[in-house]
C-alpha cells in the first residue's frame, strides 16, 4: 500500500445506488458517520467550473447536491468507495438490470437472542 504525505488531499470516488440509478460521485472525506448503517461523504467535489463542454449529468448532480455540506448514503445501497489520484467527471447512469431475480432487503442489524432469557 503505497502512503501519501500527510498534507496531501484524499480524494474518493463513491459510486451507489439511488432510485435505479448508479451514482458516481467525487469527495474529500467519507467516513461511516453518526448514524447506524450509513457512510457520510462530505466536500462532495465537481469538475472546474471554467470548462466549455457542460455535461448535463454532472449538472444534475450540482443541482441535487447544491447546499448540501455532507450526505449520508444508505450502507446497502454502496457500491464501491475508491481513493484515487485525481477527481473525474461525476455523473449519473441507468442501473445495469442483473436479471428477473431480486434481492430480499436484509435488515444490516438482527438482533441476537438474549441468553438471559433461555
Not at 451514482?23 to 462530505?42: D, K, N, Q, T
Not at 470548462?51 to 454532472?58: N, Y
Not at 489520484?85 to 436484509?106: D, H, L, N, S, Y
Amino acid at each position: 500500500m503505497t502512503r501519501r504525505p500527510a498534507a496531501a488531499k484524499h480524494t474518493y470516488r463513491v459510486t451507489f445506488l439511488n432510485q435505479g440509478k448508479l451514482y458516481e460521485i467525487y469527495a474529500r472525506h467519507v467516513s461511516h458517520g453518526e448514524l447506524f448503517g450509513f457512510v457520510e461523504v462530505a466536500g462532495i467535489l465537481f469538475g472546474e467550473k471554467t470548462q466549455v463542454v457542460v455535461d448535463p449529468s454532472e449538472e444534475s448532480l450540482k443541482l441535487e447536491f447544491a447546499g448540501v455540506a455532507r450526505t449520508f448514503v444508505p450502507l446497502h445501497s454502496v457500491v464501491r468507495i475508491d481513493e484515487v489520484q485525481k477527481e473525474g467527471t461525476a455523473r449519473i447512469t441507468e442501473a445495469p438490470k442483473a436479471g428477473t431475480v431480486t434481492a430480499f432487503p436484509t435488515p444490516i442489524y438482527t438482533p441476537g437472542r438474549d441468553p438471559a432469557k433461555s
